[in-house]
């Protein structure tokens, strides 16, 4: 069986095996088992491109395969991966290994929690390996439907509220999603050839720009949604709030991903033309949302609406890079993706730990936790500093990347722009600053909290795991950038073509 | 007419024998032998629902007014096999002793029906079109009344009869100035002297509102929930399911092949009527709490999504309908049959009544939910594929608002559907309906319902298999 | 000669910081030695790279050169645009390395015995690591971003050590004030950074400062309100180092920043990080004298401004460790008024040269006084000067070593001071009165305000102390005595030899006819002092009487950071974050849930349509049928 | 013998008839009365499907034979709703359709 779908394969059989578990310690060590043959899968994958690059293949996408599915309609299981693609399956892996180990005692249906777990990681496997647009949409809604169980059940606080709020609008986004993948669909052959989804194919034709200006808002605001596009972010908050810790890891860490990542491999790819003409009017949305979210989050009372608020700004982040519209600004994107990804769900995972020790979220009716939990603490430290973009961590490479990208733009729209976007730096300061101090530091507020423990085994494997990776990616960021480099040659040549005459009509 | 043209009505000819050896068993068994009437039953009919899916020939008979082709025979199977699956549920409820004294009706009237379906699906001309449809239809309305001693099952039946008499009276008089206006009641020739003219359209219009009758598109709809909640549970799964197909086939049939040329004034009837439906059946199913009637509203925002595979005339849309039509048969089946094996056993009908149920009944409710997914179209179940080919079908045409509004109504439906998921799974019961052992009848209904739910989609040659036979305008 | 090596004096220590960090709690009392073991290390390498490049690799035909003694790709943006990790000896960054590797060393001993008691020793060692690693690698920086790197990093780690005692709120809060408001201050340069590499194309420091390079030959012909281009880029880039060196108006975080351990406050906040702004600029000196003169007046300006504030209100204080903080703040508003004078080129770079001297210098006294405090403090356990007093009789060491370090700052010759001070006041002559006349008010207020702490503490009454305060141990006195002797010969390096800003050594001399007034006004500051306070006396609390609004404002550092206080939490957090909080879940949420709430509305208010009745359902039907029949009939037909 | 009367006059006879029925059904409280409504409508259907034959199409019997179908039809359906409405009288003790309205909303 090829590489790639080995990655659903892995976690549909781990699925299977699962429900012939008795308790919650076999259920979580086929997890375990599984996902870790998975995260083994990715470093696999990982080696088997570089050497597959090495060997001097230049294909856009390595390791393609197509099955046809659907022949009348021309629907493929077309699979394929380039470097961005790599890098965000090795991402997926790493969060759903930590993920599980995170939920290590889950009492309450367990057997439950982990197939829909599971489930969802290999709806996020699906999207990112697949090549076919109906695939892909298909993998996307796999992934997002069972946060609805996952909140719904095994939530807390309004749990139902929130479970039904974050589905509705994420479906709501995936409806929209859905019209315009089939206006591109009908428009792939304009000059009378079988019509496809398949997005190399697609990538190839020039399509209308008439169609481009009706399809790719709709997509792009589709993907946009999962991706927290302001004002269309507030499943986030609360759905994050409600969401149990391995949930909102995948959630923020991953499927939040799953929305930049179509956004930029469907949308902007595949319409170019109407990116580069429309880039402006979603560049003062995603603007807004980053310095929105970071003020949004300074005087949130709950540890995980300052994340979800936090999150909406960095995934705004990403956003603001793709819709730069140049190498490195977008360069710049998918490593946000990527660290936000790790240090995000390093977040969550630290918030459910302190949690399930504390029994509260609200950070004033802590303090002082950094005596009694020196390792949550630390790494809870740690992850508030690559959050602020603190230089060794992963943030900063990537917030870094996008905006020296972005001052490439040389026009005062995108300076403005630019600038009020890095301004959030400060902003983050003052939240993730002001959560350490309030939690973490000061005198312990709470006597009871004298006999909290600090983080066990398996904690520690999902918490140092996390951390080796924002480290990893913070000090020696070439080679995830370099990564991604190489793959964006050919999307942003296309991109950037398209533009050209579009841009001197509009340049300001 | 030689034997081979006899043959051609092989489905109906199978479907008669076996409805005259339910009414043998029926005269013949007496006392405790009674029972054995439903094991015969169902026997025959699969034996018939067997028989009736050998491939056979294309042909016209009667002068034209029997035709028959592989699709319409793949849309009889379809039906056949979801009637079937309606027997198989059938089976304890029938056993129950205050049925006792009425158990061959149940499939007699079935059956009958089925019979005036295949007529009607193999129309050639409007009369046996006609026929076929009241043949489908009075005695369903028997059928709704079928408890007898119950108030609500009664009314269900006095409501159904009186207003699909009064939707095929309006249906008729449309046909009288469909002959008045051509002089012939056969498709072909109705469709060669049609002219468009005013009278004609008002006969389209009379005709079409019959047929949306059926189909319960909204502003026709309005029997639907009263006769879905007061019938029997699994009468009102065959109406949701198996007579709405029937319907919708025949009309997309009739649409295409008799007035291709008005399609101008059809598809502006259809785009506005889509619209409605399912957007108010969305907003009526929110509210409903007794679980038949919620299916029963949720069963006309599925019309209104059938509508949009009719709406773009072409032949990606009839496959769409048909295969929609197959996914759409399994998926409800198996909620009215988790539906049914609650009401059997506990009576309780009603949305609270499910709360906590996955503590006690996991397996039901997850056959529920898939079946819910399915009908919301959530992957990787058929659901998915089913709407996702209907909106392709009608953005085939061009109609992307249309497939806009659509969509977002599916957020809606999504809403209620996981209402229902909700109270299974999420809320809290002091008195959750208690573990209960589901008959092996049941079981075998709802597993090959469930099996339907998720092989339909993914196995793509159902939908080729459709798709070689359709045929646009 | 092959530097290469240089790059284990930027990793020895980050390793001791990981070795620390990680493994520390296992042997915590050892982890101090380690510590010290590894500086000791560093600061070797550094006396010895000193010694080979100022006297035997570093000058080439008379000029210094600027030697890349290793370098590595780090992370490239675009072609041109790409950040390597690497060392760049030049005569300015070698003299740091000397300076933080001199005061690292010396506070890396001096805590041994300071903070023995401590808990977090070995947290305390390790931060110490991380910090000499990031100031090290900020100083050999080869290009901006590097320096941007490393810049944030000795951000974090002063705010971990400012927040070393972390369960005390006003540690905390000062750790947050510093790290948000150098934060801000940051955005500025990397704003800047951006602006000067789009137009340069280069981070490199090499090239950019270079004569014939982009910024300097090929300078952007745009403007932006009415500045050149790079006069923003090089004002916001500015405005970084403003933040860290703790200019007016980005102060107000020294101060409160005296809440760490007193090491801390010696090595980062007086010796090394604080200083970085003036080297920073510096560092791009060439490019502000040539392409932006501008910034580089406004610079001096607010050094000269910034050092006259400072001094005003340090004469007021009673914390000897927020004394010693403005007067940090003062003599760093020295350095960059000294580099706002400077010019380019043989005796015109006197600025530059005296405002590396005095950063030198400074480092030397600067960390004196601070250890000397901090063994002040260990004795009597009080950082205020009114529970002070006398204490000459107990401390010996600490008090002549004090002495020499106020005598130093005061600008007495022939201690260090006095020298470095000296040629600021000459450069300042020579290119602005107006800057000169300041700096020399501002010298004397710091003989007055350094002596009247000095006798506080060591003269003055003697209040009651608890037990009697007993002399640091050796381990702390020794860094003392070397910092002492720092401060008395360091005067005497002739520094145009080695530091200017074409790197071309030039000769400098004293120049009496400053000097001497120089010398005299001090010695004036220190009269008066001792006039006050040498005994308890009335004078100041008459004057104080007298000017009593003016001390009130002084005292309370002008009512800056009640500015703040009032910008942060009335505005940015009453005004924008909390309605923002608000808009999001009560309008922008409100809305989706209204789409909800709406829909749900709209199924109650149309449940009257589902009647029961028969005849209504038939009603509907046959409208319905007459509405399609009119409408499509008649309108669309 | 009725070769003196044109065709229109059947047609608004019919028509009339038609919406006669229709009214009946709509107002008619009675369940027996509004089936006699049906019965206007369908016999409606039948003038028209007769006279559109004999008038327009004499050489063929397609109206003639649906008429008779109608009926028939008619007659089933007469006695599948008589058969349902003795069942509501006895459930609800009265034949009047507004009392039968249990299910509503």
């Known amino acids: 069986m090829d590489i790639l779908t080995l990655f659903v394969v892995i976690p549909t059989l781990t699925v299977f095996a699962i429900m012939f578990a008795k308790n919650l310690e076999q259920t979580r060590m086929i997890s375990a088992v599984g996902m870790t043959a998975q995260l083994i899968n990715a470093v696999r994958l990982i080696i088997a491109y570089y050497d597959e690059r090495n060997a001097g293949n230049t294909a856009d996408f390595l390791f393609q395969k197509t099955y046809v599915w659907f022949d009348s309609l021309n629907i493929e299981y077309a699979i394929g991966i380039d470097g961005i693609g790599v890098a965000m399956i090795a991402l997926t892996a790493v969060i759903i290994f930590t993920g599980v180990f995170a939920s290590w005692t889950m009492e309450d249906l367990p057997k439950e929690f982990f197939i829909s777990l599971i489930i969802l990681a290999t709806g996020v496997f699906g999207f990112f390996i697949s090549l076919d647009l109906f695939t892909m949409f298909l993998f996307y809604e796999v992934a997002v439907i069972p946060m609805y169980l996952l909140i719904g059940i095994w939530g807390s606080g309004p749990k139902e509220y929130s479970a039904m709020k974050l589905t509705l609008m994420l479906m709501g986004g995936s409806a929209v999603l859905m019209v315009g993948l089939i206006g591109l669909y009908f428009y792939s052959a304009p000059d009378g050839g079988e019509l496809t989804f398949n997005v190399i194919e697609i990538a190839k034709v020039h399509m209308p720009i008439e169609a481009q200006r009706f399809f790719f808002p709709l997509t792009f605001v589709g993907f946009g949604v999962l991706g927290a596009l302001f004002p269309f972010h507030t499943w986030s908050p609360d759905g994050h709030a409600s969401a149990p810790t391995a949930v909102s890891m995948l959630h923020a860490g991953v499927l939040m991903k799953l929305g930049s990542y179509g956004a930029f491999r469907v949308a902007m790819y595949l319409m170019p033309e109407a990116a580069n003409e429309m880039s402006w009017f979603f560049l003062i949305l995603v603007t807004v949302s980053v310095v929105y979210g970071a003020f949004g989050a300074v005087m949130q009372k709950d540890l995980k609406y300052i994340n979800a608020y936090s999150s909406v700004s960095h995934c705004g982040l990403i956003l603001f890079g793709l819709l730069m519209l140049n190498k490195t600004a977008i360069d710049g994107a998918i490593i946000q993706m990527i660290s936000h990804g790790i240090m995000t769900a390093l977040f969550f995972a630290l918030i459910g730990m302190i949690y399930g020790r504390t029994h509260t979220r609200l950070i004033h009716e802590m303090g002082g936790l950094l005596k009694v939990m020196p390792f949550l603490s630390a790494a809870y430290v740690i992850a508030g500093l690559a959050s602020l973009g603190l230089p060794g961590l992963s943030g900063f490479v990537a917030e870094m990347t996008i905006f020296v990208g972005a001052f490439q733009q040389n026009d005062l729209f995108h300076r403005v722009a630019t600038v009020i976007a890095a301004s959030s730096i400060v902003i983050t300061a003052v939240y993730i600053l002001r959560v350490v101090g309030i939690l973490l530091q000061g005198p312990i507020k709470n006597d009871k909290y004298f006999k909290l423990s600090d983080a066990t085994w398996f904690e520690r494997v999902a918490v140092i795991t996390l951390i080796v990776g924002i480290a990893g990616i913070g000090m020696f960021p070439y080679f995830l950038s370099d990564l991604i480099m190489d793959s964006l040659h050919p999307i942003m040549d296309h991109i950037i073509e398209a533009g050209k005459p579009a841009l001197s009509q509009v340049s300001l | 007419m030689s034997f081979e043209q006899v043959l051609l009505m092989r489905n109906e000819l199978v479907l008669v024998i076996a409805m005259l050896i339910v009414l043998a068993a029926e005269i013949f068994l007496s006392g405790n032998n009674r029972k054995l009437v439903i094991p015969i039953a169902v026997g025959a009919f699969a034996i018939a629902t067997i028989i009736a899916w050998f491939p056979q020939p294309e042909g016209v008979i009667f002068g034209g007014m029997y035709q028959t082709d592989t699709l319409r025979q793949i849309m009889k199977n379809v039906l056949n096999i979801g009637v079937l699956l309606i027997f198989i549920q059938s089976m304890p409820w029938l056993r129950k002793p205050e049925q006792n004294f009425q158990m061959s009706e149940f499939y007699l009237i079935i059956i009958a029906t089925l019979i005036g379906m295949g007529f009607m699906i193999s129309s050639g001309d409007f009369l046996m079109f006609y026929l076929g449809l009241e043949t489908a239809t009075i005695p369903v309305a028997a059928l709704a009344a079928y408890d007898k001693g119950k108030r609500k099952s009664a009314e269900a039946g006095i409501k159904l009869i009186l207003s699909s008499a009064l939707s095929s009276g309006i249906l008729l008089y449309g046909l009288s100035m469909i002959y008045g206006t051509t002089g012939s009641i056969y498709f072909h020739e109705v469709a060669n002297a049609w002219g468009n003219t005013p009278l004609q359209m008002l006969a389209v219009v009379f005709f079409m509102s019959g047929m949306f009758f059926k189909l319960s598109i909204v502003p026709f709809h309005f029997w639907t929930a009263d006769v879905y909640e007061g019938a029997p549970v699994l009468v009102t799964s065959y109406l949701s399911v198996i007579s709405k197909a029937a319907a919708a086939f025949i009309f997309m049939i009739i649409l295409f092949k008799v007035f291709p040329t008005s399609i101008e004034l059809w598809k502006n009837v259809l785009y506005a009527l889509t619209i409605i439906t399912i957007t108010l059946g969305n907003i009526f199913a929110i509210r409903q709490k007794n679980m038949k009637r919620f299916l029963a509203f949720s069963s006309i925002a599925q019309a209104g999504f059938i509508l949009l595979g009719i709406i773009g005339g072409n032949a990606m849309g009839m496959t769409a309908v048909v295969y929609f039509a197959l996914i759409y048969i399994f998926s409800n089946l198996a909620a009215f049959g988790v539906v049914a094996a609650i009401s059997n056993v506990t009576g309780k009908e009603y949305m609270n009544d499910y709360d906590g149920l996955y503590r006690t009944n996991p397996k039901l409710s997850l056959v529920m939910m898939l079946a819910l997914f399915s009908l919301a179209g959530i992957p990787p179940v058929a659901g998915f594929f089913g709407k996702f080919f209907l909106f392709m079908a009608a953005a085939k045409s061009g109609y992307y608002i249309l497939v806009l509004i659509a969509v977002i109504n599916t957020i809606v439906s999504l809403y209620y559907y996981l209402l229902v998921v909700k109270a299974m799974f999420v809320n809290k019961n002091e008195h959750p309906i208690a573990w209960f052992k589901s008959d092996w009848a049941t079981r075998i209904a709802l597993i090959a319902s469930v099996l339907g739910i998720i092989a339909v989609g993914l196995i793509s040659h159902i939908w080729e298999y459709i798709n070689a036979f359709s045929f646009g305008i | ?637 | 013998m009725i070769a003196g009367i044109p065709l229109t006059h059947f047609l608004i006879v019919s028509t009339i008839m038609f919406f006669i029925g229709i009214y009946g059904f709509m107002v008619r409280k009675n369940l027996i009365t509004m089936l006699m409504s049906i019965e206007l409508i369908l016999n409606s259907v039948n003038i028209n499907f007769v006279v559109f034959n004999k008038y327009l199409y004499p050489h063929q019997l397609h109206g003639h034979f649906f008429s008779i179908f109608v009926i028939a039809v008619a007659a089933a359906e007469a006695a599948v709703a008589i058969a349902i409405i003795i069942n509501v009288y006895r459930r609800f003790n009265s034949i009047d359709v507004e009392q039968a309205s249990d299910m509503k909303y």
């Open chain 3, 1 to 637: 000669m092959d530097f290469s090596y240089t790059i284990w004096i930027i990793l020895v220590p980050f390793f001791m910081f990981l070795l620390i960090g990680l493994t520390g709690h296992w042997y915590k009392k050892a982890a101090g030695l380690l510590g010290t073991a590894g500086l000791a290390f560093v600061f070797l390498a550094s006396y010895y790279t000193a010694y080979k490049y100022f006297f035997e690799a570093g000058k080439v035909d008379g000029v210094y050169q600027q030697i890349i003694g290793y370098k590595l790709l780090w992370l490239s943006f675009t072609d041109k645009l790409t950040i390597d990790l690497g060392v760049m000896l030049d005569p300015i960054s070698v003299m740091m390395l000397v300076v933080v590797s001199t005061v690292s060393f010396m506070v890396h001993i001096y805590s041994l015995g300071y903070m023995k008691e401590e808990a977090g020793f070995y947290r305390f060692y390790a931060f110490l690591s991380l910090f000499t690693f990031a100031m090290m690698g900020l100083v050999v920086a080869t290009n901006i971003f590097q320096m941007y790197i490393f810049w944030e990093l000795v951000g974090v780690s002063s705010y971990l050590l400012i927040g070393f005692y972390y369960d005390r709120p006003s540690a905390v809060s000062a750790s947050k004030k510093a790290f948000i408001v150098t934060r801000f201050a940051d955005l500025g340069f990397l704003i800047g950074i951006l602006i000067l590499s789009y137009y340069t194309q280069t981070f490199d420091f090499q090239i950019i400062t270079s004569q014939n390079g982009p910024a300097i030959a090929g300078a952007p012909a745009q403007t932006f309100m009415g500045f050149s281009i790079l006069t923003w880029a090089m004002l916001l880039i500015f405005m970084g180092g403003a933040g860290k060196s703790a200019m007016f108006p980005l102060h107000i975080w020294l101060p409160d920043a005296m809440e760490g351990p007193t090491p801390v406050s010696a090595l980062i906040h007086a010796a090394t990080m604080v200083v970085a702004g003036v080297y920073l600029v510096a560092r791009l000196f060439p490019i502000y004298s040539f392409a932006a003169p501008d910034a580089l007046t406004f610079i001096g300006y607010l050094g000269a401004f910034t050092s006259l504030f400072a001094a005003i209100i340090a004469m007021t204080q009673f914390d000897i460790k927020r004394v010693l903080a403005f007067s940090t703040l003062s003599q760093i508003g020295y350095m960059m008024l000294a580099l706002g004078v400077s010019g380019y080129g043989e005796h015109n770079g006197l600025g530059y040269t005296a405002s590396m001297f005095h950063l030198f210098t400074h480092a030397m006294f600067k960390a004196l006084l601070f250890l000397g405090a901090g063994a002040v403090i260990h004795a009597v356990h009080s950082n205020f000067t009114y529970e002070m007093g006398g204490l000459r009789k107990y401390l010996k060491i600490t008090h002549i070593t004090f002495l020499v370090a106020v005598l130093a700052i005061a600008g007495i010759p022939p201690f260090a001071g006095f020298w470095s001070k000296d040629e600021i006041l000459v450069a300042a002559w020579e290119h602005n009165k107006l800057l000169f006349w300041v700096e020399y008010l501002v010298a004397g207020i710091t003989a007055f305000y350094m002596s009247r702490l000095y006798f506080l503490i060591f003269w003055n009454k003697t209040p009651h102390y608890h037990h009697t305060p007993h002399e640091a141990p050796l381990v702390m006195t020794g860094p003392l005595m070397f910092l002492a002797l720092m401060a008395i010969f360091a005067g005497l390096i002739p520094f145009s030899e080695f530091v200017s800003p074409d790197l071309t050594p030039y000769h400098t001399h004293l120049h009496y006819n400053i000097a001497i007034p120089s010398v005299l006004i001090a010695l004036l500051g220190i009269g008066v002092a001792a006039a006050f306070y040498l005994k308890e006396t009335s004078y100041p609390d008459k004057i104080t009487a007298a000017l009593k609004g003016l001390y009130k404002a002084t005292y309370n550092k002008f009512y800056i950071d009640e500015v703040y206080m009032f910008v942060t939490h009335k505005i940015i957090f009453g005004l924008i974050s909390k309605p923002i909080a608000w808009f999001d879940r009560q309008v922008i949420d409100g809305t989706m849930n209204l789409f909800g709430i709406g829909t749900l509305w709209a199924s109650r208010k149309t449940k009257g349509l589902q009647s029961g009745q028969l005849q209504q359902y038939a009603f509907a039907f046959v409208a319905g049928a007459v509405i399609l029949v009119l409408s499509f009939v008649y309108i669309w037909a």
